[in-house]
């Protein structure tokens, strides 16, 4: 951390400011130039990261040296974070995997008949809300428990992965016995609670990026996880609220090279939510391939007139199984396999 002193910074402001944070055993150098004096923290500045040192009287600014995330920073980890899922299904590496299914789990006899059908298409998960947080009351909210197990029959049947939502940290031990990985929410990225929970348990965890969040706020809240001891993270970019409104969100495509940039962890694309709109769900998701996410997460329905929820944004099997060949090949042109 540098600071920055004003012109009229006194002896007696400088030596507040050294004292109180020598407080905290840190060591601090000063630098006198001819306009500025500037001072410099020597060591871990997290604990200054409450100190409102604007606030001291001589200081002009504060510059803050190291990124306030720790765990999910590249810089702690060089290698790609893989996830292996229990059914031996890598993320993060050279294979692009394919969570694909309904928005909501409806009844056994559908989710079946998807799962059979994005298994045969080449999806490795299969992805359906048990607990779904819907913007309105009034729609429908998930079949709770009941969905649960027909995930969990879905899973015996196939061999699929299965992801799903979890809401309330209460549950989180509770879908953990029926997951192979726990979806995060959009809407409840900052829920903080929620996301140590999630950090105390041993199973994969995907982190929706909140509606309105910065990628900043983003790792920090994947940081949640890491520091309760839980390393198997992956984002999901879903698209974030922005002035255009021809789509249901902004796929916010930047994010995943910059994501795999500064993180270890592997990225995910939801073109489903982010669009909005079954029609662009083919080009985004290529988009997405090619910009290096590790996977997709993709909303199908043999029948999405019969859907519960999310019906615009659903694809058919057999768009879902023509858009899987079209990704493969794009994949071997970009050295991953499919
Ligand atoms: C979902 O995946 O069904 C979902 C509710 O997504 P999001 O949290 O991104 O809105
Ligand atoms: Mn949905």
Same mark, same amino acid.
Request: with cysteine; hydrophobic share 40%; charged share 25%.
């Given at each position: 951390?540098?600071?920055?002193?004003?012109?009229?910074?006194?002896?007696?402001?400088?030596?507040?400011?050294?004292?109180?944070?020598?407080?905290?055993?840190?060591?601090?150098?000063?630098?006198?130039?001819?306009?500025?004096?500037?001072? /410099?923290?020597?060591?871990?500045?997290?604990?200054?990261?409450?100190?409102?040192?604007?606030?001291?009287?001589?200081?002009?600014?504060?510059?803050?040296?190291?990124?306030?995330?720790?765990?999910?920073?590249?810089?702690?980890?060089?290698?790609?974070?893989?996830?292996?899922?229990?059914? /031996?299904?890598?993320?993060?590496?050279?294979?692009?995997?394919?969570?694909?299914?309904?928005?909501?789990?409806?009844?056994?006899?559908?989710? %079946?008949?998807?799962?059979?059908?994005?298994?045969?298409?080449?999806?490795?998960? %299969?992805?359906?809300?048990?607990?779904?947080?819907?913007?309105?009351?009034?729609?429908?909210?998930?079949?709770?428990?009941?969905?649960?197990?027909?995930?969990?029959? #879905?899973?015996?049947?196939? /061999?699929?992965?299965?992801?799903?939502?979890?809401?309330?940290?209460?549950?989180?031990?509770?879908?953990?016995?029926?997951?192979?990985?726990?979806?995060?929410?959009?809407?409840?990225?900052?829920?903080?609670?929620?996301?140590?929970?999630?950090?105390?348990?041993?199973?994969?965890?995907?982190?929706?990026?909140?509606?309105?969040?910065?990628?900043?706020?983003?790792?920090?809240? #994947?940081?949640?996880?890491?520091?309760?001891?839980?390393?198997?993270?992956?984002?999901?970019?879903?698209?974030?609220?922005?002035?255009?409104?021809?789509?249901?969100?902004?796929?916010?495509?930047?994010?995943?090279?910059?994501?795999?940039?500064?993180?270890?962890?592997?990225?995910?694309?939801?073109?489903?939510?982010?669009?909005?709109?079954?029609?662009?769900?083919?080009?985004?998701?290529?988009?997405?391939?090619?910009?290096?996410?590790? /996977?997709?997460?993709?909303?199908?329905?043999?029948?999405?007139?019969?859907?519960?929820?999310?019906? %615009?944004?659903?694809?058919?099997?057999?768009?879902?199984?023509? %858009?899987?060949?079209?990704?493969?090949?794009?994949?071997?042109?970009?050295?991953?396999?499919?």
């Amino acid at each position: 951390m540098i600071i920055v002193l004003k012109p009229e910074a006194s002896e007696e402001n400088q030596e507040r400011i050294k004292k109180d944070i020598e407080s905290f055993g840190l060591k601090v150098w000063v630098s006198r130039g001819e306009f500025r004096t500037i001072m /410099g923290v020597i060591g871990d500045e997290t604990p200054l990261r409450d100190m409102p040192l604007s606030l001291y009287p001589g200081v002009e600014k504060v510059i803050p040296i190291l990124k306030p995330y720790r765990l999910v920073d590249r810089e702690h980890k060089g290698e790609d974070t893989i996830i292996t899922l229990s059914t /031996g299904t890598a993320i993060g590496g050279k294979e692009i995997v394919v969570m694909a299914g309904p928005c909501s789990v409806e009844n056994r006899e559908s989710t %079946l008949k998807i799962a059979r059908s994005v298994k045969k298409a080449g999806a490795k998960a %299969l992805r359906g809300g048990a607990f779904k947080p819907r913007t309105s009351p009034y729609s429908f909210q998930g079949l709770g428990m009941e969905g649960l197990k027909i995930l969990k029959e #879905a899973r015996e049947e196939t /061999g699929l992965a299965v992801v799903t939502e979890v809401t309330d940290p209460r549950n989180v031990g509770l879908i953990s016995e029926y997951a192979d990985i726990l979806q995060i929410g959009a809407r409840n990225m900052h829920n903080y609670d929620l996301l140590k929970e999630v950090g105390k348990v041993r199973k994969p965890v995907l982190l929706k990026r909140g509606l309105s969040s910065t990628v900043k706020e983003w790792l920090l809240a #994947a940081e949640y996880i890491l520091n309760q001891g839980n390393n198997e993270v992956m984002f999901c970019e879903r698209g974030i609220r922005t002035f255009e409104d021809s789509t249901r969100f902004t796929l916010d495509i930047s994010a995943v090279p910059l994501l795999k940039k500064t993180s270890h962890l592997p990225v995910i694309v939801d073109p489903s939510h982010a669009a909005g709109r079954k029609d662009l769900i083919p080009a985004i998701s290529k988009a997405a391939i090619a910009s290096g996410a590790d /996977g997709l997460l993709i909303e199908v329905h043999f029948d999405p007139l019969q859907a519960l929820s999310d019906a %615009l944004q659903t694809i058919t099997i057999a768009e879902f199984s023509q %858009l899987m060949e079209e990704l493969r090949a794009l994949a071997s042109v970009l050295g991953r396999k499919l």
